[in-house]
């Protein structure tokens, strides 16, 4: 999800960070896909999963060359400017003449042209600095695309922090209520645990809570601690296992009524793209995983290794559902559908409380300097309002509105998935590839990468482009339609 990350002092080995990839594709997003799976059919699902996983993995291997090449674009910067700064000492007769002229023409052109054509020394291309999405799309984009990618990834938050302001309140009122998929009737319903209250008013009664829990941080910084990474991801691995065993045993044992298993159905494919792209997300927070590990050679094989687990995941998941439930007992969070044992149960129906609770804060944090560096300007004074109060308002006002209009969590996930999630996932790290080879060929006119993506001919950026394209096509017909 937006907002994981990685302690930058410290450094770890590539098993680790395929650890870290990991838990980070495989969040609350996952929670949809059984629904969505069940609607679409299971071969055309299982087709579905299989390409979305092969793009999402091209994109990422983008990200990591644009971060590589982004270090080169820095080294080169900063050497450029001591030959700079030999210049100027030579004008001012700091240094002999002689002296700086063989730095200026001899020492720094041997040093690019063994940068740029020893593909195996790593000095130019190794990716030391981390190097976050806005700091690359600064690097490479003009001002336009720089405007637009902040817009988008405001979007894009937006859309995270609604899920989340949504889909914590639901869980905790499914507890309270004791009633597995008591949002798809009649909300208006009195709650079975408490008297002379609704379904709907304990949801936003629940909301006014995660609200005053969780977004008085939202105006300070707050950095997430090892431990609380450490805890919420042996949860979430709990969560998933127990919920696959769950669905395993009540198939075994024929709990599950008897029901057909849809094959095809291209209808539901569209609101399918939109959650499946939203679970295989991970592009925006490679910096932070990537630029720690120790040996990088291996990084896109391990790229590959996870997303090879996290589609066998994902499969193993859906699967084991849409044969334990029928496509209309599943709840669009899948967690809702387990009420025995009753501890599990539980368990179950509070794992996205503290799991997106955590990120919560992290993920609006991240929004509000992302819109602060959007608006204000450097090197000018605002006032206290401005500097502390306005952007956290800003932030979490339109996502608690829309988590208060509707607690549909599929439609959110669909919607953020398909369009800003989409964009984050294809069209910014195509573009930051794309413009990050015509940078480096520029400064030094040659162009050999150790991190250069596999999909490296020029076919793939525009064949990612025309299948983001298609895709939000598809999707947004659907919506109309709908």
């Known amino acids: 999800m937006a907002g994981s990350s990685s302690n930058d002092d410290s450094h770890y080995s590539w098993q680790v960070a395929f650890?870290?990839?990991f838990n980070l594709v495989v969040g609350a997003g996952?929670?949809?896909?059984?629904?969505?799976?069940?609607?679409?059919?299971?071969?055309?699902?299982l087709i579905a999963i299989f390409v979305l996983a092969i793009m999402s993995y091209c994109t990422s291997t983008f990200m990591i060359e644009a971060m590589s090449i982004a270090n080169a674009a820095?080294?080169?910067?900063?050497?450029?400017?001591?030959?700079?700064?030999?210049?100027?000492?030579?004008?001012?007769?700091?240094?002999?003449?002689?002296?700086v002229m063989i730095t200026k023409a001899e020492t720094t052109p041997l040093l690019i042209n063994s940068y740029a054509g020893d593909e195996d020394s790593g000095d130019l291309y190794e990716i030391s600095k981390k190097v976050e999405m806005?700091?690359?799309?600064?690097?490479?984009?003009?001002?336009?695309?720089?405007?637009?990618?902040y817009i988008v990834i405001a979007l894009y938050l937006y859309g995270d922090l609604a899920i989340y302001a949504a889909a914590v309140p639901k869980s905790m009122t499914t507890a309270v209520c004791g009633g597995v998929g008591i949002f798809d009737g009649d909300v208006s319903d009195a709650c079975k645990n408490v008297n002379n209250?609704?379904?709907?008013?304990?949801?936003?009664?629940?909301?006014?809570?995660?609200?005053?829990?969780?977004?008085?941080?939202?105006?300070?910084?707050l950095a997430k601690t090892k431990v609380l990474q450490m805890v919420t991801t042996v949860f979430r691995w709990l969560a998933f296992i127990?919920?696959?065993?769950?669905?395993?045993?009540r198939v075994g044992k024929g709990e599950s009524k008897q029901h057909t298993v849809k094959l095809f159905n291209f209808s539901s494919l569209p609101n399918f793209f939109g959650v499946a792209v939203y679970s295989f997300m991970c592009q925006h927070s490679l910096p932070s995983i990537i630029t720690p590990v120790i040996n990088k050679k291996?990084?896109?094989?391990?790229?590959?290794?996870?997303?090879?687990?996290?589609?066998?995941?994902?499969?193993?998941l859906v699967i084991t559902a849409i044969f334990a439930f029928?496509?209309?007992?599943?709840?669009?969070?899948y967690t809702l559908n387990f009420n025995s044992p009753i501890y599990l149960k539980y368990f179950l129906e509070l794992f996205p409380v503290f799991t997106l609770s955590t990120n919560f804060p992290i993920i609006a944090i991240t929004l509000r300097e992302n819109l602060k560096t959007l608006f204000l300007k450097e090197n000018q004074h605002y006032g206290l309002f401005v500097r502390r109060f306005l952007f956290p308002l800003v932030t979490i006002i339109p996502p608690i509105i829309i988590a208060f209009i509707t607690t549909n969590v599929e439609m959110l996930v669909a919607v953020t998935g398909s369009y800003g999630g989409s964009i984050i996932q294809y069209v910014v790290p195509v573009m930051l590839v794309f413009y990050g080879r015509i940078h480096i060929r520029r400064a030094i006119g040659s162009y050999v990468n150790k991190h250069r993506s596999p999909f490296r001919q020029r076919s793939w950026i525009f064949f990612v482009v025309f299948w983001y394209v298609l895709c939000v096509i598809f999707v947004t017909v659907d919506h109309i339609r709908n």
């Open 298 to 316: 291996r990084i896109n094989l391990v790229l590959l290794m996870d997303f090879l687990l996290v589609t066998g995941f994902y499969v193993l």
């Open 242 to 249: 127990v919920m696959i065993v769950l669905a395993l045993i």
């Open 19 to 21: 650890i870290y990839i």
């Open 74 to 99: 820095l080294k080169l910067k900063k050497l450029e400017k001591n030959n700079d700064q030999v210049d100027r000492r030579s004008v001012d007769g700091d240094s002999k003449d002689d002296e």
């Open 30 to 45: 996952a929670l949809a896909l059984p629904k969505a799976f069940a609607q679409t059919g299971l071969i055309l699902g």
């Open 326 to 333: 029928a496509e209309s007992a599943l709840a669009d969070l």
């Open 134 to 149: 806005g700091q690359l799309a600064q690097l490479f984009f003009n001002k336009a695309g720089l405007i637009l990618y």
């Open 197 to 221: 209250i609704s379904i709907i008013d304990m949801y936003r009664i629940m909301l006014v809570v995660f609200i005053a829990t969780l977004c008085p941080f939202v105006f300070f910084n």
